[in-house]
Antibody, heavy 117, light 109 residues
Framework: EVHLVESGGGLVQPGGSLRLSCAAS????????MNWVRQAPGKGLQWVAG????????DYADSVKGRFTVSRDNSKNTLYLQMNSLRAEDTAAYYC??????????WGQGTLVTVSS | QSALTQPRSVSGSPGQSVTISCTGTSSDVGHYNYVSWYQQHPGKAPKVMIY???KRPSGVPDRFSGSKSGNTASLSISGLQAEDEADYYC?????????FGGGTQLTVL
């Protein structure tokens, strides 16, 4: 069964850093594009970043470009999101999602990031 | 990178049909046939209901259907059931990014 499990969320001060992980099971992470999508409390979904399968091209939302980095460790079948220079507006539940073929499935259960002093 | 426009809420009685619209631009919805729709129940992760504008993944009831005309995509749900009450989000590829709609809360009266 295909499964994604995020971890690494928590409380961090403005300007701080955090690294999220997304452990994949039931499929080989390196052969799929993967994405991070976030959802601020009570708000809608917002695409954050993506990494292509194979070659590993990365793309970012303008709001996080230069601050966030998406990567993966194929040996651990794990996706990462390194988040630096965090701001209050980055507070959200962060989901990882597999790019099935230009649509997102499955999604993980999400990990909550709170940026506050 | 602009969000797609959805109505904030729609409602219908059990057995009725509803349609949720999703308006983008010629750079996203109007340009690509990579429109998908996601259902999200409170406290749960999103679940894909429609992909590639009108295709249904295995396991999604045929009460759910999708379409597109110009810059506007639509999700239709027929024969409303109580379990359909949820938030629905459209999503479109936009070249090197993805745009989501603001979400529509469906209430089954």
């Amino acid at each position: 069964e295909v499964h994604l499990v995020e971890s690494g969320g928590g409380l961090v001060q403005p300007g701080g850093s955090l690294r999220l992980s997304c452990a994949a099971s039931g499929f080989t992470l390196s052969t799929y594009g993967m994405n991070w999508v976030r959802q601020a409390p009570g708000k809608g979904l917002q695409w954050v970043a993506g990494i292509a399968g194979g070659g590993g091209r990365t793309d970012y939302a303008d709001s996080v470009k230069g601050r966030f980095t998406v990567s993966r460790d194929n040996s651990k079948n794990t996706l990462y999101l390194q988040m630096n220079s965090l701001r209050a507006e980055d507070t959200a539940a962060y989901y990882c999602a597999r790019d099935e073929a230009m649509w997102f499935d499955p999604w993980g259960q999400g990990t909550l990031v709170t940026v506050s002093s | 990178q602009s969000a797609l426009t959805q109505p904030r809420s729609v409602s219908g009685s059990p057995g009725q049909s509803v349609t949720i619209s999703c308006t983008g631009t010629s750079s996203d919805v109007g340009h690509y046939n990579y429109v998908s729709w996601y259902q999200q129940h409170p406290g749960k992760a999103p679940k894909v209901m429609i992909y590639d504008v009108s295709k249904r993944p295995s396991g999604v009831p045929d009460r759910f259907s999708g379409s597109k005309s110009g810059n506007t995509a639509s999700l239709s749900i027929s024969g409303l059931q109580a379990e359909d009450e949820a938030d629905y989000y459209c999503c479109s590829y936009a070249g090197t990014s993805w745009a989501f709609g603001g979400g529509t809360q469906l209430t089954v009266l």
